[in-house]
């Protein structure tokens, strides 16, 4: 599943608000926010519902294995 870090550096790569992504992914902003702080638990099909949505928009999130250090990222398809 996708981290609070990944989520924050996909919105940013492509430029997108909370409220854009929430919308866009079907869940309320103060939702995505619990989310990305770590304050929240959701449930897997929110996380695969975030992770569509911002695949969709252009990123590919990178697994512990596809990372060279720091754990799992996100990067703009090419």
Request: net charge positive; hydrophobic share 40%.
């Amino acid at each position: 599943m996708i981290t609070p870090e990944q989520i924050r550096g996909a919105r940013a790569m492509l430029g997108m608000t909370q409220a854009e992504l929430a919308k866009a992914a079907g869940i309320s902003t103060t939702g995505l926010n619990n989310i990305e702080r770590g304050s929240a638990d959701p449930k897997a099909s929110t996380l695969r519902s975030i992770q569509a949505t911002l695949e969709a928009s252009g990123v590919v999130f990178q697994s512990d294995g596809e990372m060279v250090a720091g754990g799992p990222g996100v990067r703009l398809r090419k």
